[in-house]
């Protein structure tokens, strides 16, 4: 067990060097969480051209639909955060609560707010127009998941944090600074 001296005196010249080199833009289970957001949004995206031949901006930010960029996100963090601090380590049991949390709201409360949302806008259209409501914006419908959404977001961002993880581990992290580098300099 540690000392109490011990705790404070995280500022030791190896410590401090290291803590800089690992910045934000270094981590490993942050960088595979946006990149499985990223992909899943991608394909998001992409689907929508492939079925409707017309692209949309709105799919790559906006929520619902295959596959779940939140259960894709929150899956990459868990894992990720488990292969580099151990499926043991407190940061993974937190992060794995909150990937359970996430996914359950997402194919629960948040699918069944859409389905509201579908059933009042039905009634909104149905409003004769001289209702004081009958010009009220339509709810947004595409809220949550299903649960084969939900499966695939959390099976994408498993791939993301271990091809991640298989990238890091035989490129030494160079391919972090890489694509942060690329991503600063384009903005």
């Not at 596959?67 to 894992?79: D, F, I, Q, R, Y």
């Not at 581990?169 to 942060?180: K, V």
Request: net charge negative; charged share 15%; proline share 4%.
């Amino acid at each position: 067990m540690r000392e109490m001296g011990e705790l404070g005196s995280s500022s030791s010249p190896s410590h401090s060097s290291s803590s800089a080199h690992s910045s934000v833009f270094h981590s490993y289970p942050l960088i595979s969480a946006v990149l499985a957001f990223a992909i899943a949004q991608s394909i998001k995206f992409f689907t929508t051209w492939y079925k409707e031949r017309h692209w949309d901006a709105k799919q790559l930010i906006g929520s619902g639909g295959m596959p779940s960029s939140h259960s894709a996100t929150v899956t990459a963090l868990a894992l990720a955060i488990g292969i580099q601090d151990g499926l043991g380590s407190s940061a993974f049991a937190t992060a794995a609560i909150l990937a359970f949390v996430v996914m359950c709201d997402a194919f629960g409360v948040r699918l069944h707010a859409g389905k509201q949302a579908e059933v009042l806008n039905q009634i909104m259209y149905e409003l004769p127009e001289e209702h004081p409501l009958s010009d009220t914006r339509p709810l947004h419908e595409l809220l949550g998941h299903t649960p084969i959404q939900v499966i695939a977001g959390a099976a994408l961002g498993s791939v993301v944090a271990i091809v991640a993880q298989l990238i890091n581990r035989f490129a030494g992290g160079a391919w972090q600074s890489e694509i942060m580098n690329k991503l600063i300099d384009d903005n």
